[in-house]
Nanobody, 119 residues
Framework: QVQLVESGGGLGQAGGSLRLSCAAS????????IGWYRQAPGKQRESVAI??????????NYADSVKGRFTISRDYARNMVYLQMNSLKPEDTAVYYC??????????WGQGTQVTVSS
């Protein structure tokens, strides 16, 4: 089992910044992939930024819509994953979810945090 708790959402302005945090607990050492998804009203949930572990290396992948604006990072010592969101746009408005994938694959989700960007 893996437990994920997001924080850091809220109201931002277009062109501004927000940082999301995800605290992970449980079978953390077994996590292969961890990252962020989002779901806007009336839309499907989509991948935003994912870190994949391969050996001793981590590889980050981003949705085209956030490349160059968002940065994902993982702090192994604190069991945290962050999403730094810069140059926010109104279309970034969504509920953001932290996701962890273990071998199987088995997926775990956080409860989500709302991000609203005003123009």
């Amino acid at each position: 089992q893996v437990q994920l708790v997001e924080s850091g959402g809220g109201l931002g302005q277009a062109g501004g910044s927000l940082r999301l945090s995800c605290a992970a607990s449980g079978r953390i050492a077994s996590i292969d992939r961890i990252g962020w998804y989002r779901q806007a009203p009336g839309k499907q949930r989509e991948s935003v930024a994912i870190i994949t572990r391969s050996g001793s290396s981590n590889f980050a992948n981003y949705a085209d819509s956030v490349k160059g604006r968002f940065t994902i990072s993982r702090d192994y010592a604190r069991n945290m994953v962050y999403l730094q969101m810069n140059s926010l746009k109104p279309e970034d408005t969504a509920v953001y979810y932290c996701n962890a994938q273990l071998p199987g694959p088995t997926n775990y989700w956080g409860q989500g945090t709302q991000v609203t960007v005003s123009s």
